[in-house]
């Protein structure tokens, strides 16, 4: 870029017009042709002819035909001290140097400059002249001497302002030049300050900010550029520097540096719009003449002129800026790449998106679209990142990135465990590109995700399809892999057993990545298939080959129940011994631990399952699972006949654990002294039970241990009845108990709740269970008693979610019914009887359901009917119930009560109503409900007393 | 480079030279005529002849156009966004101050008041700030009103008064059209305070995408990057930005900063 303007740059506007001026004033006059030319021998005629004839071959421009009689001159007054010769010398001198650098004989000119201002230091001249040295060697690039001669110049403290600046930039552009960016940093920061033009000051700004980018003057860069008026900022040149030097640093991988230049770069736009606005301004500031004006003709020429060659200027920096390629979003772009770098991607992002939103049709637009996408990725936002990459999917059909980006989309949902919207992003994927890029990839992560979602027919789909289509296919190993654990967890063992054998034997492979642990799966699939033997075998070399995995102690724990199944008991114990010894996890200390305790008391060994399971709760503390260990220690003390210490073994634990609230095995612990308590095989116990328990409640009430004394509360309430009872609950069910609530407690809380109309401390204890115990047991009994909240208090919507949920959690277990009949009973609240409807249909058409559920059921479906104005079709219902369910007094009695109902709607039932009244009161339980206390008396209005009688 | 330090040294001399306020005032009255006074002399509702006893009522001016001796409006704007802010405001002080007390009448004091604003708020003199957010508002220019509010808003973040500035900010109809970046800022500021810094990233974002070039956002938006960065437990991001305020703003209050939120990032200011 410099080249472009260094010629125009250098010319010294203030020095050759003083020369030729200096000429001017001793021209002879007349000009000389070419006939007297011929005549004149340099070599012979006189000194003074010579000299006159030089004048005037000057004073007309013949510089050419000047030369020979300049340096005849200069030959013959070499050497003579005399003044006047002195001075015609020096006057020689200066000339000759002049005509060469007008004949382009830079060299000779420089040379005979520098020889004029070293000789006569005096001559007022002597300053121009090493200036126009300097500019000769500009020309011939002789940057070292061209420094040197600036140096000497610049030594002035009083030289004139136009040689001050002359010199300055002759100076700064030799050591640029020569690469010596500190050197030139002094004499460019000063001609930046005394440069009569813009041009000269923006070439200045241009070379200073090259040094400090390339001396890694960030400082210096940073102070001066807010210094930088709008027409060197502006500058072309300038722009061009920091958008090199942004990308050397970027390709050095200096982001931070190349971030901070690029944003320094100005888009076309604003050079563009300075520009137009420069020429507009100046255009209307050149007026025509107004004679009798401040200004005279001659000073309305000379500001004439300069306003055109400013114009003139300006319209050339303006083509070229339009003529430049568009960088702007070239600039964008690698900002953008910078802070992605940098790792700081919301910028990055901001300006993807704003590049892609902005020219969706350029060529950069699919990149940025998929940049956007991918620093979101980088930066984790897998909300954004996934927006972004279905508006990728979405608008970017044919998109160089289509396969990356749903790929990607596809991982960053499985990464967070959203495998249904991963499979269904991987389908699109091969719909929109059947010969998606990463095909192979795609099929194995969809029957991965297939097989994590417990499809594993689906997923050895995959997995084969993968082994059939692409054997080259990194992912082919994997493949083998995962068909063979599909067809394990198929049961289909017998081909499990084969394929990982296969898997185990193929050459394919020189490292096989999963060998350990299809081994060891291999000895599982064996066991399934009951090859024993081989089982053992493979087992036994598992825990040879690899006895540091992580699987080790799950093999010998295999082969302990291997051993055990064969009565071979010991053994059995030793290899669990082992498992636990290798344990690596709490599991895995915990199943060898159990099944030794069940191989111990079949051995009636109860005293070793005792001490085992007191080392193993010392051992784990907190960490064990002591509800189980409790279950065995109580299942081993009941055994050798000493329920007391079973009793003593479990409050130990209660007490040691009970006062944390999140620990549901206490519970666990808990429920067994109730199912003692409640049994008949330890009734005699049962003063024992409470006596203990009231102790451990006190306990607790004395130590503050709330959650504990909760616990035990809890228990009371559950073990007793009526009054003795009242007051345990009393004590229990309170809001304010719910955040110290172990799993039990909130289920008392949650159903006394209802009963007590509480809805909100019902919600309370259902969120806290929910939080705390998702996987208890007691789960379903805390949600129908919030749903049974919910219903009653009106929030039907919510309701209908939590039947949904409940069916989807619990399927079609007993309990679960009650919750798709409250559903009904939510429909048929809302008056949305068709749907009311269907839901008590779904109760009555489950088998597992039938029962307690049908009755009621069946007389809701009747109101619903009746209700609809299908007074039949009601009757029908309510009839249904006194035939088939007369046990069901509660429900029988009503739909007594509503078949009247409908037979005094239909009318003309009269003799059906009376036989029905009958029917109805002649059921002695049903004659005792207030359905039947009120059907009486109606009965007795209906017919005479005698009759009834 | 010596540039800053040699318009400092002119800044000097002419705070020096000058040694109270100068300014003309062009005064305009209803009818369109117009004069010139060196002070003026406003007693009540009545503005009084330099000489003599004659005066006019105040409802009769249209139009008081000040100019001052010392100070432009594009000097303001040099100054400011070169950094040298400590000397505008004590320039504006000098000048402008003394006729500050006329923005209720209708001069050209607005834009003037508006820069001694701005560079109030940046060298953190607050009492400064809430006077002139009085002087302008009884400027009655809705443009200037609505910097005014935005910089209190600034003032109201910073005393933490978070609810109150956010109140403030909901009163300006069109904040961006005062400054995008700074109601990108202060939207930022808002939502890290609210606890939400995800959101703050995004409006901070914007402005290092966008107004990478704003002499008076960019440095503030960087800094409050690296806070964001440090909320979201992210230090080594934070260290890079404050790497960047140390070299993109030598000799300034960002790069202190930097080196301060390098040091509290990784324990250590670096060089």
Redesign the interface.
């Known amino acids: 870029m410099w080249n472009a303007y260094r010629c125009q740059k250098w010319v010294a506007k203030g020095l050759l017009p003083a020369a030729i001026l200096m000429l001017a004033g001793q021209s002879l006059g007349a000009g000389v042709t070419k006939s007297q030319l011929s005549r004149l021998d340099p070599a012979t005629e006189s000194t003074s002819v010579l000299l006159e004839t030089s004048k005037e071959l000057l004073k007309n421009d013949q510089i050419d035909e000047a030369l020979p009689f300049l340096e005849e001159v200069l030959l013959r007054l070499e050497g003579d001290a005399e003044k006047k010769a002195r001075q015609t010398l020096a006057f020689t001198l200066y000339q000759l140097a002049y005509c060469q650098m007008k004949l382009g004989e830079y060299v000779s000119a420089a040379r005979n400059f520098a020889r004029f201002a070293d000789e006569f230091p005096e001559d007022a001249q002597q300053e121009a002249a090493r200036v126009m040295a300097a500019q000769c060697l500009t020309m011939v690039q002789q940057w070292p001497m061209v420094e040197e001669q600036s140096a000497l110049v610049l030594k002035n403290p009083r030289l004139p302002e136009e040689l001050k600046v002359s010199a300055t930039q002759l100076m700064a552009e030799a050591c640029y030049q020569q690469e010596k960016w500190k050197e030139a940093t002094r004499p460019l920061v000063s001609l930046f300050r005394i440069a009569k033009t813009d041009t000269v000051r923006a070439g200045a700004a241009v070379m200073l900010v090259t040094c400090y980018v390339r001396l890694d003057d960030f400082s210096n860069l940073f102070q001066f550029l807010p210094h930088c008026d709008a027409a060197a900022r502006h500058d072309v040149g300038l722009n061009v520097a920091l958008l090199e030097a942004g990308d050397s640093h970027y390709n050095k991988g200096e982001f931070q540096k190349a971030l901070l230049l690029y944003r320094l770069v100005l888009t076309k736009k604003e050079l563009i719009a300075h520009y137009e606005e420069r020429i507009l301004t100046l255009k209307g500031q050149m007026k025509p003449f107004v004679a009798g004006g401040t200004m005279t003709l001659s000073e309305f020429k000379e500001k004439q002129l300069k306003q055109q060659q400013l114009f003139d200027r300006l319209k050339r920096h303006y083509e070229v800026i339009t003529n430049f390629q568009d960088y702007d979003m070239d600039v964008m772009l690698r900002t953008a790449q910078c802070y992605n770098d940098l790792e700081r991607n919301w910028p990055a992002h901001a300006i993807y998106r704003r590049i892609y939103d902005e020219n969706p049709d350029s060529e950069l637009a699919d990149q940025a679209c998929f940049a956007a996408f991918a620093v979101m990725l980088d930066e984790r936002e897998w909300a954004l990142a996934t927006a972004e990459g279905y508006d990728y999917v979405q608008n970017r059909r044919d998109g160089e990135f289509l396969d990356d980006v749903t790929l990607n989309l596809m991982q960053v949902h499985m990464q967070q465990e959203q495998f249904e919207p991963a499979y269904e992003i991987a389908t699109k994927a091969l719909e929109l590109s059947p010969d998606h890029k990463y095909i192979d990839q795609i099929t194995y992560l969809m029957g991965y995700i297939r097989f994590m979602q417990f499809s594993y027919a689906d997923a050895l789909v995959s997995f084969r399809e993968i082994l059939k289509r692409w054997p080259e296919s990194r992912y082919y190993e994997s493949a083998e892999y995962w068909q063979s654990m599909s067809l394990l967890f198929l049961g289909e063992f017998a081909q499990a057993t084969t394929a990982f054998q296969a898997y185990l034997s193929n050459p394919k492979y020189e490292e096989r990545f999963y060998a350990e642990d299809a081994t060891y799966r291999l000895g599982v699939a064996q066991y399934g298939a009951e090859q024993y033997e081989a089982s053992e075998g493979t087992l036994r070399g598992f825990v040879d080959t690899y006895p540091e995995s992580r699987l080790l102690s799950e093999a010998y724990a295999m082969l302990g129940d291997l051993r055990g199944a064969e009565g071979d008991m010991e053994v059995a114990l030793d290899f669990y011994s082992f498992a636990r010894d290798k344990a690596q996890n709490m599991s895995q200390v915990n199943y060898p631990t159990f099944q030794s305790a069940d191989v111990l008391m079949r051995l009636k060994r109860y005293g070793d399952v005792i001490s085992m399971l007191a080392d193993y709760l010392g051992k784990w503390d907190d960490q064990a699972d002591f509800a189980n260990a409790a279950n065995w220690q109580g299942k081993a003390y009941k055994a050798r006949d000493e329920y007391v210490h079973s009793l003593r073994a479990y409050f130990d634990l209660v007490d040691q654990y009970g006062n944390d609230a999140v620990l549901g095995g206490v519970d666990l612990i808990l429920n067994e002294v109730i199912s003692d308590y409640q049994s008949e095989e330890w009734s005699a116990y049962r003063e024992e039970i409470r006596d203990r328990l009231d102790a451990r409640l006190q306990g607790a009430s004395a130590s503050n241990q709330r959650t504990l004394e909760l616990r035990y509360q809890t228990v009371f309430a559950t073990i007793l009845e009526g009054d003795e009872r009242q007051p345990f609950v009393d004590a229990v069910v309170r809001s304010k108990n719910v955040p110290l609530s172990g799993a039990n407690t909130l289920v008392l809380i949650a159903r006394e709740g209802v009963k007590r109309e509480d809805w909100a401390m019902v919600h309370e204890a259902s969120e806290r269970f929910t939080s705390n115990f998702p996987i208890s047991n007691n789960m379903l009994y805390i949600m129908l008693a919030n749903l049974d909240a919910l219903i009653k208090e009106g929030s039907y919507d919510e309701a209908l979610d939590l039947s949904e949920t409940i069916l989807l959690k619990f399927g079609y277990s007993k309990s679960v019914g009650w919750a798709r009949k409250r559903r009904g009973d939510v429909y048929r609240l809302q008056k949305k009887y068709e749907l009311a409807l269907e839901a008590y249909n779904e109760v009555l058409a489950v088998r597992e359901w039938r029962g307690d559920l049908t009755p009621e059921a069946l007389y809701c479906s009747g109101v619903c009917k009746m209700e609809l104005g299908e007074t039949e079709e009601a009757f029908a219902y309510f009839q249904r119930i006194y035939v088939l369910y007369e046990d069901y007094v509660e429900w029988v009695a009503p739909a007594y009560a509503k078949s009247i109902e409908c037979l005094e709607i239909l009318g003309g039932h009269e003799a059906d109503i009376v036989n029905t009244y009958k029917e109805m009161l002649a059921n002695e339980k049903v004659a005792a409900t207030p359905e039947g206390i009120e059907a009486a008396k109606k009965y007795a209005e209906l017919v005479p007393a005698e009759k009834a009688l | ?4 330090a ?2 400092l040294v002119v800044l000097a001399l002419v705070s020096s030279v000058v040694a109270q306020s100068e300014y003309a005032a062009k005064v305009t009255v209803n009818n369109g005529s117009s004069f010139v006074v060196k002070n003026l002399n406003i007693k009540g509702d009545r503005l009084y002849a330099e000489t003599g006893s004659a005066s006019s009522s105040l409802s009769m001016i249209s139009e008081i156009e000040f100019r001052f001796s010392g100070v432009s409006l594009p000097l303001c704007e040099k100054l400011f ?3 040298d802010r400590k000397s505008l405001e004590s320039m504006l002080e000098q000048y402008v101050g003394p006729v500050a007390q006329y923005s209720y009448l209708p001069t050209n004091l607005g834009d003037y008041l508006v820069w001694m604003l701005k560079a109030q708020y940046w060298n953190g003199n607050a009492a400064g700030v809430g006077k002139t957010i009085g002087l302008i508002r009884a400027e009655k220019s809705q443009s200037h009103v609505d910097v005014a509010s935005l910089y209190f808003v600034m003032l109201l973040i910073d005393q933490g008064k978070t609810e109150d500035a956010k109140r403030v900010f909901e009163s300006v109809s069109q904040p961006e059209s005062v400054s995008v970046p700074m109601a990108e800022y202060i939207q930022g500021k808002l939502a890290l305070e609210g606890g939400d810094p ?1 959101l703050a ?2 409006h ?3 402005i ?3 107004h ?2 704003d ?1 008076e956002w960019l440095a503030p938006a960087t800094v409050l ?1 690296a806070r964001i960065y440090q909320q979201l437990g992210q230090p ?2 934070a260290e ?2 404050a ?2 305020l140390m ?5 300034t209050q960002w790069s202190t900063l930097g080196a301060q939120i390098k040091k509290e990032s990784t324990g250590n200011a670096g060089g």
């Open positions: 480079m010596r540039l800053t040699s318009i966004y070169t950094g995800r990233m995004q901070v974002a914007r290092l995408a966008f990478s070039r002499a990057e080594q991001k890079a930005v790497n960047e070299i993109a703003y030598p000799g």
